[in-house]
């Protein structure tokens, strides 16, 4: 009875986590390795410190986008974003002498600018979230490209270089900013009245409204929030090739982020932000993409498998599969009480037959 209760509550949450340990235990399986974790140099290296490095970028964009997503909202613009804010740190580092810290603020500065855009027409001139952003999408990688001027540009930085591939305390650094991200998140989301808030407006804009909320200006901010993360994952992006490429940087990227998010449970209807499990989503993805890089399988193959795959954890995790198991469970326990309501009935029959004899 308990563990169903158990079961029952914590399936949405178990559904993602479970789909992760089964893709990684499967993948071991036919990698030999997988799970094997080596120090060299003081730094720790293997197949799954590699997922944690390279699912970072995807992790700061999920972020940002399971926020947006909790309004009701989306952000297509994201990959456009991440081009624009490597093209601004890659060029103000080579034709300028200006300090790390000083590009830094300036991409990341960029990036606020392009969410805050987004914000002003899905807020103020309330146009559909998904039109307002793909006109970014679409502008942004031009944008991008006239930056650059059309062309690769590379960097020396040291600062970025550590950004980019550095370590700390053995693991890679961008892994610790984002972890970083991930905590400054959960605590504004869930430790103060803003993720009420925002969750609110997702969940009934008009209600939420009427209560005193200012609805526009936190889809604005959560834009914003989604721009930022965007220019972080294009920051370190840049930094982990040493340059900017306009046309390929963050492609793509946005359709991962919104898996990532969808992965963990959230509806695109919003109202509901699941930070944690969102990060669990992108892992999933990461993990795959590793798998099958791994694994030998020929590359025009790999989309297919992984759409294949991400196809039978969403359904795994979809309402109705969950309502099976939940249906299963339930008639379980009913026939484990008819059955245990059967003997005692039978039971006091042959106690009432005894007494009178």
């Not at 550590?162 to 959960?186: C, E, K, S």
């Not at 932000?273 to 798998?291: E, H, N």
Request: proline share 2%; hydrophobic share 55%.
């Amino acid at each position: 009875m308990k563990k169903h209760n158990f079961l029952h509550k914590h399936q949405k949450t178990l559904a993602p986590l479970l789909s992760l340990v089964l893709i990684i235990l499967v993948t071991a399986s036919v990698t030999p390795g997988f799970l094997s974790i080596q120090m060299v140099d003081g730094h720790l290296f293997g197949s799954l410190l590699d997922i944690l490095h390279r699912a970072t970028p995807t992790a700061l964009v999920a972020l940002g986008m399971a926020v947006v997503i909790g309004t009701r909202g989306i952000d297509l613009s994201v990959g456009a974003v991440i081009a624009i804010s490597g093209a601004v740190t890659a060029v103000l580092t080579v034709n300028t002498d200006w300090p790390v810290w000083l590009v830094i603020v300036c991409a990341l500065g960029v990036g606020m600018l392009c969410g805050l855009w987004n914000g002003i027409l899905v807020s103020v001139f309330s146009i559909q979230p998904i039109v307002a952003t793909l006109i970014l999408m679409v502008a942004g990688r031009g944008i991008a490209q006239m930056i650059t001027e059309g062309q690769i540009v590379t960097f020396h930085s040291e600062v970025l270089d550590a950004i980019g591939n550095g370590y700390f305390l053995a693991f890679p650094i961008r892994v610790w900013i984002a972890i970083g991200m991930i905590v400054l998140t959960l605590v504004v989301m869930r430790k103060t009245a803003l993720g009420l808030f925002i969750e609110a407006v997702g969940a009934n804009v008009r209600a939420s409204r009427l209560m005193g909320i200012e609805a526009r200006l936190l889809v604005l901010s959560a834009y914003v929030f989604s721009g930022f993360c965007a220019a972080l994952s294009g920051i370190i992006l840049a930094a982990d090739i040493r340059g900017a490429d306009a046309n390929n940087a963050g492609l793509w990227l946005e359709l991962d982020a919104i898996l990532a998010v969808v992965l963990a449970g959230a509806s695109l209807a919003g109202g509901r932000i699941y930070l944690l499990l969102t990060i669990v989503g992108v892992l999933i993805i990461q993990t795959l993409t590793t798998a099958i890089l791994t694994s030998g399988l020929p590359a025009q193959y790999n989309l297919v498998v992984k759409a294949t795959i991400i196809l039978a954890v969403l359904l795994i995790q979809s309402p109705k599969t969950r309502q099976w198991i939940s249906g299963f469970f339930t008639k379980k326990q009913n026939a484990g009480k008819d059955s245990v309501g059967k003997n005692s009935v039978g039971k006091n029959s042959t106690d009432k037959g005894s007494a009178k004899v």
